[in-house]
């Protein structure tokens, strides 16, 4: 299985005159993944749930960071 968000330690000089971010993350799209829609793909059981998600198949929901976070939790 695949992860949609990575995360990476940047390095810090001693020298820096701003503080430091101690974790970044960036996400990638799940269309990495999958390179050809494969035949029998799960579908959402509802339109409405399939509209709230932005796309009829669950493998290709991307769901947006929440920007309180920025990545600045520890791992």
Not at 63 to 75: A, I, L, N, S, V
């Amino acid at each position: 299985m695949f992860t949609q968000y990575k995360y990476w330690k940047p390095y810090i000089s001693p020298l820096d005159p701003c503080p430091p971010m101690r974790v970044k993350s960036y996400n990638t799209p799940p269309q990495v993944y999958i390179t050809f829609q494969p035949k029998g793909l799960d579908q959402y059981g509802t339109a409405r749930e399939a509209l709230y998600c932005g796309t009829l198949w669950p493998a290709l929901f991307s769901p947006y960071p929440d920007p309180h976070k920025r990545g600045d939790q520890d791992e």
